[in-house]
């Protein structure tokens, strides 16, 4: 598990994780009020992920119990436990774009990667999420592609954004 | 120099609209022809995205949908000085889709460059806050309590009184927020005018924070608009500049700061109390009400929230009147609405007009219908926690009133629509499964009857002792309804209920197969 953890951290492009780096981003937003959000965004875009020891800091420099960090980090869908793939891909499986047959779209795409909702290709280069409404609505079905929005996505864009990925 | 725009707006990039403007300039420079190309929100006409825009005398012409491979055949055909192409679309000003509406909210967006204060300032901009130094706050509440304006985020609660209670509150640190946390399917007319007008919404919460004491603002962004974010953190940057921010505003003797927050993915952040709450760093779990946060609101101090939409429209309610904008709309549904037409339609996009018009004109006439070329079977409207209205209710206006009578919501002003392959048994369940994934866990009706609901559903899809399980599932939309804390479980039965009592046949179908 640590090894494929390391090599994901790694092969990911975030910086390694250290706990001098992730004390100079939070000690860089305790100004603002109420930081926390803007931290673990910070955290978040250093390190790939929010790794415990970061919450741990966090904690420590907010003064409050790790258990109430903890509380926050997993409320949010947006931040990730644990090392994610190279690229994130987000699938809106809202309304709007099931009325375009999103969600068919969505499924054989998964079930073509043996991936599920969160899930990353075993190669650590795609994590595949949901997202409820891109605001793309009049383009539906849509997506995000490593922040690049996508209108009227079909099958054969999914593939070549998987294959892309992947390179 | 031929002044051309293209849009920045993320729907416009969606369908391409950073590679068209690399392509107009590059094909430009190779033919040694000078132009200037603006970066400017949508027009609202977003199955016409990416439209270009080129300036002439007559008027600015549009081009749309513009692709990459039709550049070189739009140089060749002159649309620098507005030649006849495919694509040509004729005046955009002149377009029946433009000319039907009524833009009040949306009067510059698409028109100006979002990040020019002169420009803004040129289409009147910045005109309702000098009136508000010139009349004072107590002045500035009444104006608004007058025009009518209810708030844009789906409440529909009247804004002017939202303002009195914090002006009310004795003087100290209070807060202006903006919620932007527009997580409703079939929405996006606030991050349309946060990209293409973002400075009327700073101009907006300069008006609120003088009429009611404040001094900082806050806009809660949700995540999944990441170009918003860019434009307008350069839209403060760029009021900073101009120094429509900061202290001592134009020797008014008003300081205000705006910051803006971006969330993490959670919808109920959406949800006013769960919105500060995040604000402060939190869980984004609803609180109680009363306190109300106009008493105690962010950080327990007074605070005035507001959607995107009712913020922006505040400038031209000050600069024109409070009755220029009462003048308009229906009933106690004053003013005018952004209408966001969304999903399984022809022409989707914004369309901003005066309460009262009929939802089947709406989707029927200005949406043209489905673009899969099937009849229309349902139209959500409001969001996920909104009723699916079937055709036979087309004749309903957009009136908060009209709607509610139906057990239906307008919300944020979004209409979904589907086709006659809609498994409306499937969407019902979807709407209580979205409720499970994004309760914030606090009141148990919501954080249990949606995963209940989930369930019964599923038992009446299999065709497990149907009309019991319906029954059951009514009941637990009732409880939902009257025992949630806040809209999120209040108002998930909405979609279900609906799709009950105007689809029953989805809801007896012999054993479906799961429809994943």
Request: glycine share 12%; with cysteine; charged share 25%.
């Amino acid at each position: 598990m640590r090894n494929v953890q390391a090599e994901r951290e790694e092969m990911s492009g975030a910086a390694q994780y250290n706990d001098e780096r992730a004390r100079e981003i939070i000690a860089a937003h305790m100004g603002l009020e109420g930081p926390a959000m803007p931290i673990l965004h910070a955290l978040q875009k250093e390190f790939g992920y929010v790794p415990d020891a970061a919450v741990k800091e966090m904690a420590e420099a907010l003064n409050i119990s790790r258990a109430e960090m903890h509380g926050v980090v997993t409320f949010y869908h947006d931040f990730h436990r644990a090392p994610h793939g190279r690229h994130t891909l987000k699938i809106c499986r809202a309304e709007s774009c099931q009325s375009m047959g999103a969600e068919r779209q969505a499924r054989a795409f998964l079930d073509k990667l043996k991936l599920d909702w969160g899930g990353t290709t075993p190669d650590g280069a795609l994590s595949v999420e949901a997202v409820y409404c891109l605001g793309l609505c009049a383009h539906s079905p849509s997506a995000l592609y490593d922040g690049e929005p996508i209108g009227r996505v079909d099958a054969e864009m999914l593939d070549e954004i998987a294959a892309e990925a992947r390179d | 120099m031929v002044k051309l725009y293209i849009p920045l707006d993320m729907a416009a990039v969606a369908m391409g609209a950073d590679r068209l403007a690399a392509a107009v300039a590059q094909e430009a420079a190779a033919r040694g022809e000078t132009i200037e190309i603006v970066r400017n929100g949508s027009r609202g006409m977003l199955w016409l995205e990416p439209l270009i825009e080129v300036e002439t005398p007559a008027g600015r012409v549009g081009y749309g949908p513009a692709k990459v491979k039709d550049v070189a055949s739009l140089f060749d055909a002159g649309f620098l000085t507005g030649g006849a192409h495919l694509l040509n679309i004729g005046i955009v000003d002149e377009h029946p889709w433009m000319k039907k509406q009524n833009r009040v909210t949306f009067v510059r967006c698409g028109v100006i460059d979002p990040l020019s204060v002169a420009e803004y300032e040129a289409h009147d901009g910045f005109k309702g806050l000098k009136r508000a130094f010139e009349i004072g706050p107590v002045a500035v509440v009444e104006e608004v309590t007058k025009s009518g304006l209810r708030g844009r985020g789906g409440a529909g609660f009247p804004t002017g009184i939202k303002w009195k209670t914090v002006a009310d509150c004795p003087p100290g640190q209070k807060y202006v927020v903006v919620n932007a946390d527009e997580g409703d399917s079939g929405t996006f007319a606030d991050r349309m005018i946060m990209e293409g007008d973002p400075l009327s919404l700073i101009e907006g919460m300069l008006i609120c924070g003088y009429a009611v004491g404040a001094s900082k603002g806050y806009i809660y962004l949700r995540s999944e608009y990441p170009i918003v974010a860019k434009v307008f953190q350069a839209a403060i940057e760029k009021a900073l500049e101009a120094g429509w921010l900061g202290k001592n505003i134009k020797g008014s003797g008003f300081d205000f700061d705006v910051e803006l927050r971006i969330g993490a993915g959670a919808y109920v952040c959406g949800e006013e109390t769960s919105l500060l709450e995040s604000l402060e760093g939190k869980r984004g779990i609803v609180r109680a009400k009363p306190p109300l946060p106009a008493h105690v609101g962010l950080f327990g101090k007074p605070t005035v929230i507001n959607n995107v939409l009712s913020m922006a429209t505040i400038p031209m309610i000050m600069e024109k009147g409070a009755k220029h904008y009462a003048d308009l709309g229906v009933g106690r549904s004053r003013g005018t609405m952004p209408l966001q037409i969304a999903g399984n339609v022809k022409y989707g996009g914004l369309f901003e007009t005066d309460f009262g018009i009929p939802l089947g004109v709406v989707v029927n006439e200005i949406g043209g219908g489905t673009r899969s070329g099937r009849p229309v079977r349902a139209v959500q409207v409001g969001g996920p926690l909104g009723a699916y209205v079937p055709v036979s209710l087309f004749d309903l206006p957009i009136d908060y009133e009209a709607f509610a009578a139906k057990d239906s919501l307008i919300g944020h002003g979004g209409l979904v629509v589907f086709d006659d392959t809609v498994d409306m048994a499937w969407m019902a369940r979807f709407g209580m499964e979205f409720c499970a994934i994004e309760s914030c866990g606090k009141c148990t009706p919501c954080r249990l009857g949606s995963t209940r609901g989930v369930e019964t559903i599923d038992k009446i899809r299999n065709g497990m002792d149907v009309d019991a399980n319906i029954e059951l599932l009514k009941d637990l939309c009732h409880t939902m309804k009257f025992g949630s804390l806040c809209a999120l479980g209040g108002f998930a039965p909405y979609p279900v209920e609906s799709a009950l009592r105007h689809f029953p046949e989805d809801f007896r179908k012999p054993a479906l197969e799961a429809a994943e």
